[in-house]
């Protein structure tokens, strides 16, 4: 079973550190989604892990070993990083006949990878009239070309249309079925929890969260009830004798509609019944990814701000 794992990891540029003291690992056999603002040195980090830059010190090895130590790199990790990866006079058949030559990987593999990124159709056509959304399905058939165990995609979803989307997630799904390793970062929530199992989650170069999606959620996105009442000015009075914040749902279509920010069915259900306060519906509000990550960064943002010291390092 082939592991990533990143020890104590950092990388300085000109004396900043983009990634700071990083340990975690990614499994086999789960997608691992990678998460974190902009800059926050997810793309450092894979970049270090596929051993494209020096770490200032501490390691990320595959399987235990370093990238560079590996005997058949693109056989063993594919990635992407960058989709301007592919030469554009190039046709995207050719591009990856190149690789497939030079990483002593089957020709074969060339029209499976076209086929399963949707571009057999396109494959003799030059890469640079391709789309951002194609140029992006041929990294991914560019990644897979060697059959590898592990696989590192940066941004995979960038570009793609609602189909492409769709595909991609699929696509990671059945990687981890079939137990590859497989990190992917990426800033759209709803897609990430759509496919990732797990998460790593960064911030200013250090790690913030690493643990399962469902997890994640649950412990930091609040709980929230949706009430329908005709009777809205007596619940909010009643909830807020009773410590809870109600507020009224706005726009077109809200009607009588509230919600309760940390609160459960159960409790709401009890308190309206008996001060018989009408309600017409009352749901759980679904937790999102999303609303933890926000909650996540925005409590880590806060954190910094109020820390001397640490607004020192920044
Ligand atoms: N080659 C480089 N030289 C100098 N600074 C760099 C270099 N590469 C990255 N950085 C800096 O390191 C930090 C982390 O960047 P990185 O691209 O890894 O973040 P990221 O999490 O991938 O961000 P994004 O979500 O925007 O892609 C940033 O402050 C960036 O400016």
């Known amino acids: 079973m082939t592991s990533i794992d990143v020890r104590d990891l950092t990388k300085e540029y000109g004396g900043r550190r983009a990634v700071d003291r990083l340990t975690f690992s990614v499994r086999p056999g789960r997608v691992t989604g990678f998460l974190g603002p902009n800059g926050a040195g997810k793309s450092t980090t894979m970049r270090l892990v596929l051993g494209l830059d020096r770490p200032t010190s501490g390691t990320a090895t595959i399987g235990g070993r370093p990238c560079a130590a590996l005997d058949e790199p693109l056989r063993e990790v594919g990635a992407l990083l960058d989709t301007g990866a592919a030469h554009g006079s190039r046709t995207a058949r050719d591009h990856l006949r190149v690789l497939a030559a030079t990483h002593r990987i089957p020709g074969r593999r060339v029209d499976e990878v076209l086929e399963e990124a949707g571009l057999a159709a396109v494959s003799r056509n030059r890469v640079r ?15 897979l070309l060697g059959d590898p165990r592990v696989v590192l995609l940066d941004e995979p979803s960038n570009g793609l249309d609602p189909e492409g989307i769709v595909w991609i997630r699929e ?8 137990g590859r390793t497989v990190l992917v970062s990426s800033h759209l929530m709803n897609e990430t929890a759509s496919f990732a199992d797990h998460l790593v989650v960064l911030g200013r170069g250090r790690l913030l969260a690493d643990t399962p999606v469902r997890e994640f959620v649950h412990a930091r996105a609040e709980p929230r009830v949706r009430v329908r009442t005709p009777d809205g000015a007596a619940l909010r009075d009643l909830l807020a004798r009773h410590g809870y914040e109600s507020v009224a749902e706005e726009g077109e279509g809200a009607g009588d509609r509230w919600t309760v920010r940390h609160a459960r069915v159960d409790d709401i259900g009890r308190l309206a019944s008996g001060a018989g306060v009408t309600v017409l519906e009352l749901a759980a509000e679904e937790r999102t990814l999303e609303q933890a990550y926000l909650d996540l960064t925005a409590a880590e943002a806060e954190f910094t701000a109020m820390s001397p010291s640490r607004a020192q390092e920044a």
């Open 129 to 143: 009239t391709y789309s951002l959304g194609m140029r992006q399905r041929l990294g991914i058939a560019a990644a």
């Open 171 to 178: 696509l990671l799904r059945r990687l981890a079925r079939e």
